[in-house]
C-alpha cells in the first residue's frame, strides 16, 4: 500500500442532472485525521457515501487502499467502516446483541471482538439495556462499535457527535485519538464543531457547492492563524530593521511592502508603534489577530455561514 490510503480523481456526481459533486481530487494519508469542512448540501456526505460504496460516482475514479474503484466494488471495501448515520439497530435487542448480530452477518469469527468493542466504546455496563431506551449518546457509541467491527483501516465518519454533550464530544475525540495512534486507522472525518474538529484533523479539505476548493495541513492553518500583530507601515523592510536592532526581535514575517506580522510584543502593541515612529517608520494601523479554523473557514468560503 502507498503513501495514500484514499485518492480521488476529478469525482463527479449528479442527481436528476444537479452536479453536487464536481471533480474533487482528494488525497489522504495512511495513519491520518482528514477534516471533510463545508456547509449543508456542499457535496461532503455524497463524498463520503461515494469511498463507502453506497452511492456510486458518475465520473472520475476513486482509489481505495491502492485498488482503482471504477463503478464497481473493489477487493478491500469492507476494510471500511463508518457512520454515516446510525444503523439499523434492533429496538428489543441490547448492546451486545446488537452487535453480537452484525458480527455473525459480517462473517466475523472472533466471538470476543464484540466483548472487547464494548468496552472500548464505553457501553460494557449496558447490561440488558434495550437499544429503544438508549439516549442519544448511547447510540451513537453503539454505532461506533458497529463500525469498528472487523478492525476496519478506514473509517469514515459524518458528524459522529452530532447531538452529543460536551462529555461526549470529549468522549469520541479520545477514542478517535486513541484508535489512530494504537492501531494507525486513517479517519475521515465531518463535523459542524470546527472547534472540536481542530483537535482531531491532520488534514483539511474545504467543500463549497461540490468543490474541493482547498486542500491543506493543518499545521499550516496553525501557522496563518498564530496570534499576532498585523502592522501596516510605509516602509516594511526599514521596519524590520527597527524591530530586530530596538526591539531585538526577529519574530516577524513580511506580508507585503507595506505589512508586517509580529508574534512578539503581543500585550505591547503601544510600545511597537512608539518605537517604530521613532525611528522614522510612518505606522498606519495596527491590528490585533487571534485567529482560528472558524475564521480561516470563513476566509476561505467567502461570507458564507459554516453548518
Known amino acids: 500500500m502507498g503513501e495514500y490510503i484514499v485518492q480521488t480523481q476529478n469525482l463527479c456526481k449528479s442527481y436528476n442532472k444537479n452536479l453536487v459533486v464536481d471533480k474533487v481530487n482528494m488525497n489522504v ?29 458518475s465520473e472520475g475514479k476513486i482509489q481505495l487502499m491502492g485498488k482503482d474503484f471504477e463503478g464497481k466494488m473493489v477487493k478491500g471495501i469492507d476494510r471500511i467502516g463508518n457512520i454515516l448515520e446510525i444503523p439499523a439497530f434492533f429496538p428489543y435487542l441490547s448492546a451486545r446483541d446488537n452487535l453480537e448480530y452484525y458480527r455473525i452477518q459480517k462473517g466475523i469469527p472472533e466471538k470476543e471482538c464484540v466483548d472487547k468493542l464494548l468496552e472500548f466504546v464505553g457501553l460494557e455496563h449496558a447490561g440488558k439495556k434495550r437499544f429503544k431506551n438508549f439516549s442519544l449518546g448511547m447510540k451513537q457509541r453503539l454505532g461506533f462499535g458497529y463500525a469498528l467491527l472487523g478492525n476496519p483501516d478506514l473509517l469514515i465518519l459524518d ?13 469520541f475525540r479520545e ?73 531585538q526581535t526577529n519574530n516577524y514575517e513580511i506580508i507585503e511592502t507595506q505589512t508586517i506580522k509580529l508574534f512578539d510584543y503581543l500585550e505591547a502593541p503601544d510600545q511597537v508603534v512608539e518605537t517604530l515612529v521613532l525611528n522614522k517608520v510612518s505606522v498606519f494601523t495596527v491590528q490585533e489577530i487571534k485567529g482560528d479554523l472558524e475564521e480561516y473557514y470563513m476566509k476561505v468560503m467567502g461570507d458564507e455561514k459554516y453548518a
Do not use: W
Request: aromatic share 4%.
Open 29 to 57: 494519508k495512511k495513519g491520518e485525521i482528514y477534516g471533510l469542512v463545508g456547509r449543508n448540501g456542499a457535496g461532503k456526505t455524497t463524498i463520503m457515501k461515494m469511498l463507502c460504496g453506497l452511492v456510486f460516482p
Open 159 to 171: 458528524e459522529p457527535t452530532n447531538g452529543l454533550d460536551p462529555q461526549g464530544i470529549i468522549s
Open 175 to 247: 477514542m478517535i485519538l486513541k484508535l489512530v495512534k494504537e492501531k494507525q486507522i486513517t479517519v475521515i472525518i465531518s463535523s459542524h464543531i470546527l472547534s472540536e474538529l481542530s483537535h482531531l484533523a491532520d488534514t483539511y479539505g474545504f467543500i463549497n457547492n461540490g468543490k474541493l476548493i482547498e486542500e491543506i495541513p493543518a499545521t499550516i492553518i496553525s501557522e496563518r492563524c498564530k496570534h499576532h500583530l498585523l502592522i501596516k507601515v510605509n516602509d516594511s523592510a526599514k521596519a524590520a530593521i527597527v524591530l530586530e536592532e530596538k526591539l
